[in-house]
C-alpha cells in the first residue's frame, strides 16, 4: 500500500523557515517522481516543487524559486522541503504526490497518490 505522510508544518513568522518532510513507503521510492503542492483557502491546489531521481530533475515554481529547496534522501525514503524567508502568501495546506511515471509535473491530475496534507501559517 502507497503511503505518504507530511510533516513539518506549523507557524512561522514571516522571514523564518520550516522544513516539510514527506515520509513515502509502499513503492520504489527511486522510480517514483515526489512533488509538492499547496492549497489556500478559496484557492486551487497549486504545484510548487518536484523531484525526479530516476531522471535528475528538479522544479520550483516562481512564486518560491530561490527561497524553497527540495532534496530526497532515499535511505530514508523521504523528501524535503526546506523553505526559507517565508511570506504570509505561503500560508497554506502542503501535501506531498508521488508519480509513478517518475517524471512529475505542476498538475495534480500528474499525481496518483497524495498524503493528508500539513498546515503552514506564516503570520506577519
Known amino acids: 500500500e502507497v503511503q505518504l505522510v507530511e510533516s513539518g508544518g506549523g507557524l512561522v513568522q514571516a522571514g523564518g523557515s520550516l522544513r516539510l518532510s514527506c515520509a513515502a513507503s509502499?513503492?520504489?521510492?527511486?522510480?517514483?517522481?515526489i512533488g509538492w503542492f499547496r492549497q489556500a483557502p478559496g484557492k486551487e491546489r497549486e504545484g510548487v516543487s518536484y523531484?525526479?531521481?530516476?531522471?535528475?530533475?528538479?522544479y520550483y515554481s516562481n512564486s518560491v524559486k530561490g527561497r524553497f529547496t527540495i532534496s530526497s534522501d532515499s535511505a530514508k525514503n523521504t523528501v524535503y522541503l526546506q523553505m526559507n524567508s517565508l511570506k504570509p502568501e505561503d500560508t497554506a495546506v502542503y501535501y506531498c504526490?508521488?508519480?509513478?511515471?517518475?517524471?512529475?509535473?505542476?498538475?495534480?491530475?500528474?499525481?496518483?497518490?497524495w498524503g493528508q496534507g500539513t498546515q503552514v501559517t506564516v503570520s506577519s
Open positions: 509502499g513503492f520504489p521510492f527511486d522510480e517514483y517522481a
Open positions: 504526490a508521488a508519480d509513478p511515471k517518475g517524471w512529475g509535473g505542476v498538475g495534480t491530475y500528474e499525481y496518483d497518490y
Open positions: 523531484i525526479s531521481s530516476k531522471h535528475g530533475t528538479t
